[in-house]
């Protein structure tokens, strides 16, 4: 099916003018009475406030009617009446076409609907009862009028490069340049969104190489969304869960997840998370499992979100798909039904709703200047900027879209280091101090709360599966083999590729490195296309989620598979921690954890850094005892932060030293490898066990002067590259594989430059040089307090519990005194 789109003229506007309170029917009313603030319905009725404007008189909806008296933004906001709380929604037509304007459908009585509108609009605001108790609510009515902006200069096109960063210090040198990083890229470089001629001229004058990828994002843009309108407009379902054929509008994610609860009451449970955004919003999330509001029965918990980012629409839409995958396979797949019994998921379409609704809302531009908020990619908070930069709302203010914080930079996991912005401008922005941002905070809570087994955030774009660590220079956790098996596992059904975050770049502050690190939990982002942040709804979505053509993922499964291994990973008990004992019925166990983990050294502006800030972090889980033997999923009581680091030790002694041969003459000056294939090769092999055990190989040149520029890669028996060295202003390279394979390898040395090439300067000394692996390192081991707590929240069992990942630890009779006597259970 096909959304409505909004049929007000759109006002592009930088800086609000001034605000107009509430008036109703037009604007030389009197200024609005506190009973015309009160809407009233005698009865609810469980319907989409938004779908269309119903006639006055209809059961379940109040309305009023107004007149926009500036050019610039409608807000509509819904706060509970007297009494107790249901669940109101809220929305604003254009009383002449019946177009929806804005709208807000989330679960209690707290609604915002905002949108843009033109000075004598006439508009109805319908307030609607959906469910709950309360027969009224509050309503307020601004209208901010607006100052228009123009079109974009020529100066501020936008395009797409790819930034080459063979080697480590080029990705430093990238991310220092504050440039708008997407998530696509290698081990040889980046794409880079250049909003104007003076990013241009930033990455000009960094000296790095980079080619366009799209030279005019707006004109993308424009296509995009025709490509888009025209795909939905064709009224055929697409093989989506829920045959859905365009993105939706924050408002319908809204309707949708109370929806799928009130259709399935005992399967699917909507709720609100614990913190309001930046301006208001709630958080909307699902739970679905089988007898749902039993929360503390033990099972595994799933936890799949999207859109920390505005911008990326599809990481939301994939989200919701997934929901709506568990509801109809449990109805009707008996392989789904099987692993929503054994688990419970939780599912959060949009993390970040302030800003994806301002996305969502603004005209296709794709210029990315400061004021395209449909590129916007942060919240909505204004604290961080300059005081004269705080005022005006979030769709419109002085700050433009670049006002807010990054919540994907804004976790506890190595905060405050590479890879995130420290000024307020920054796309990266890490706020103020970690989990300073109430949607961070939010997704902290569920998962510290709920013992979070497994967990994926989606994003956008660039077809990748990121696992931990997002730092280069933090050693892989010891699970490093486990967690990346499942990592490839997902990998090969949506053809995506499986790498360390860091493998990317360098990132700090982002959701699985401080979910993982801290609570074991397993966690991945998802990079979801090759095409761009919101490309057409057909590719991104459809046929990515299904595993369609063009996606990588095409006959393989797609997302769908991806995410369904996840599942089945959550329901397997060799994935996580399980506790056995037997308790009385109605007596509630919990175990809890409170620790400090240290963030990264802190970067400040001036380039310094300070020490560390130490976080407290606290969690646990509950069970509800039915009585008798119970069976309890938890994490490992060790997090992974201190249980140590990957590596293995060595079985043999490393190979010997190889030279390297030079072959007589030299070749000529090829720039352009490998598309012109002209170099010197020199095969040389790494042997296995019993003979040797090689933790990684160096392959080494050298020549006289650096003023001239040979390059180094080294390739397998297949042909691809798998290490290179490529910097410029040296007399040498070093290629570098750890963990090589055993085989048959070629160094191939390219002649990138001669100062004189009728007298060369050829490279004189090779060498490929083996180091031992690097062993383990092993921390401490750390235990969870395990209580009991009767009927009347007396406490009556204390224990210590030790419990690795796959390991079943048999706490006992813990809630009677027995407990006290063995204090520590251990394997």
């Not at 901010?144 to 974009?152: D, E, K």
């Not at 109430?438 to 774009?461: K, M, Q």
């Amino acid at each position: 099916m096909s959304s409505r789109h909004r049929s007000t003229p759109v006002v592009r506007a930088a800086v609000v003018a001034g605000v107009v309170g509430l008036a109703f029917a037009g604007v030389s009313a009197p200024a609005a009475t506190a009973q015309d603030r009160v809407v009233r319905a005698d009865r609810a009725a469980a319907r989409a406030c938004h779908d269309a404007l119903l006639p006055p008189g209809t059961a379940g909806v109040d309305r009023r009617e107004v007149a926009s008296p500036v050019d610039g933004l409608v807000q509509a906001r819904l706060a509970p009446g007297e009494g107790r709380e249901g669940d109101w929604d809220l929305a604003v037509f254009d009383e002449g076409t019946g177009g929806v304007v804005a709208a807000s459908s989330a679960l209690r009585s707290r609604e915002l609907a905002e949108s843009f509108v033109t000075k004598d609009q006439r508009l109805v605001v319908q307030a609607c009862r959906y469910g709950g108790p309360a027969r009224t609510a509050t309503l307020g009515v601004d209208f901010l009028a607006l100052t228009p902006r123009g079109t974009p200069t020529a100066a501020e096109r936008a395009e797409v490069v790819r930034v080459e960063t063979p080697r480590p210090e080029d990705k430093g040198t990238l991310l220092g340049l504050d440039l708008d990083l997407t998530e696509k890229g290698d081990a040889t470089g980046v794409e880079v969104v250049l909003a104007g001629d003076a990013d241009r001229e930033t990455l000009r004058g960094s000296g790095l190489e980079y080619a366009t990828v799209d030279a005019d994002l707006s004109r993308t843009s424009r296509e995009d969304a025709a490509r888009d309108r025209a795909y939905a407009s064709r009224g055929r379902a697409s093989g989506l869960p829920s045959g859905r054929t365009s993105y939706r509008h924050l408002y319908e994610y809204e309707h949708e997840l109370k929806e799928l609860a009130r259709g399935n009451p005992r399967l699917v449970r909507a709720f609100t998370l614990a913190e309001p955004t930046p301006e208001g919003r709630d958080v909307v999330a699902v739970e679905i499992a089988k007898d749902v509001d039993n929360a503390a029965d033990g099972k595994a918990v799933n936890l799949l979100m999207g859109v920390h980012h505005a911008r990326e629409w599809p990481a939301g839409e994939h989200a919701i798909e997934w929901a709506h995958e568990l509801v109809n396979g449990y109805h009707r797949d008996n392989s789904i039904r099987s692993l929503v019994a054994r688990t419970r998921n939780v599912v959060v379409p949009i993390v970040n709703p302030d800003g994806f609704s301002i996305s969502r809302e603004a005209e296709p531009n794709g210029d990315f200047t400061r004021f395209d908020y449909e590129m916007k990619r942060k919240n909505c908070r204004a604290d961080d900027s300059p005081p004269q930069l705080r005022t005006g709302v979030c769709k419109a203010n002085p700050g433009g879209a670049v006002r807010g914080t990054d919540p994907n930079r804004n976790y506890a996991g190595f905060w405050g280091g590479a890879g995130a912005g420290v000024t307020w401008s920054s796309e990266t922005f890490r706020g103020s101090a970690p989990f300073s941002e109430p949607e961070t905070r939010n997704i902290r809570e569920l998962v510290s709360r709920r013992a979070v087994t497994n967990l994926i955030t989606l994003h956008t774009y660039g077809n990748l599966v990121l696992r931990p660590p997002g730092v280069a220079s933090v050693r892989a956790p010891l699970e490093e083999p486990v967690v990346k098996a499942l990592g490839d596992r997902m990998a090969s059904r949506n053809g995506y590729d499986s790498i360390p975050s860091w493998g990317l770049y360098d990132t700090t502050g982002t959701t699985e490195d401080w979910s993982y690190w801290a609570t074991g939990g397993f966690g991945f982002t998802f990079e979801i296309n090759p095409g761009g942040f919101h490309p057409p709804y057909e590719d991104a979505v459809v046929a990515e989620y299904v595993g369609a053509a063009p996606a990588a993922g095409a006959g393989k499964g797609g997302n769908r598979a991806a995410f369904l291994d996840m599942l089945a990973n959550a329901a397997d008990p060799a994935a996580h921690s399980t506790l056995v004992g037997v308790a009385p019925e109605g007596h509630r166990l919990k175990v809890h954890k409170t620790f400090r983990t240290p963030t990264s050294p802190v970067r400040q502006p001036d380039g310094s850094t300070a020490p560390p800030i130490q976080v407290t972090d606290a969690v646990e889980s509950t069970y509800s005892s039915t009585g008798g033997r119970f069976t309890w999923a938890v994490n490992p009581s060790t997090r992974p932060y201190v249980a140590g680091r990957y590596g293995r030790d060595p079985q043999a002694p490393p190979q010997a030293a190889i030279p390297l041969a030079n072959p007589p003459g030299v070749p000529a000056e090829n720039t352009t490898f490998p598309g012109n294939p002209v170099a010197e090769r020199i095969p040389f092999t790494v042997r296995a066990l019993p003979a040797a055990d090689n933790g990684r190989f160096d392959v080494s040149v050298s020549w006289t002067s650096t003023s001239t520029d040979w390059d180094l890669f080294v390739m397998d028996a297949a042909g691809q590259v798998v290490a290179q060295s490529a910097s410029g202003g040296t007399n040498s390279e070093v290629a570098t594989l750890l963990d090589p394979p055993a085989g048959e390898y070629t160094a191939v040395l390219v002649n990138y430059d001669q100062v004189d090439p009728a007298n060369p300067d050829d490279w004189a000394a090779g060498r490929v040089e083996f180091s031992s692996p690097v062993p383990p390192t092993y921390g401490v081991e750390e235990a969870y307090t395990l209580t009991c707590t009767d009927r009347q929240g007396r406490l009556v069992g204390l224990t210590d519990v030790f419990v690795d990942r796959g390991e079943t630890v048999d706490v006992g009779e813990v809630c009677t005194d027995s407990a006290r006597a063995g204090k520590q259970r251990r394997r």
